[in-house]
């Protein structure tokens, strides 16, 4: 049994996702406010983390 709620919504989640050190949040993610966080932070792309210069 998982009663951790979402340090974001506050909703249950199903899937606990770790957040980035960055987006200083204490706490875990649902999967929809994880997915959500990193499009504020890497926008346009999901999956490929680069911090390269554009
Ligand atoms: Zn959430």
Redesign the pocket.
């Known amino acids: 049994m998982n009663s951790e ?7 249950d ?1 199903e899937h606990a996702y770790l957040p980035m050190k960055e987006w200083k949040i204490d706490g875990h ?6 997915s ?1 966080k990193l499009s504020e932070f890497y926008p346009g792309d999901h999956v490929r983390v680069d911090l390269s210069d554009n």
């Open positions: 709620k979402c340090a974001v919504c506050d909703g989640m993610l649902c999967g929809d406010c994880y959500k």
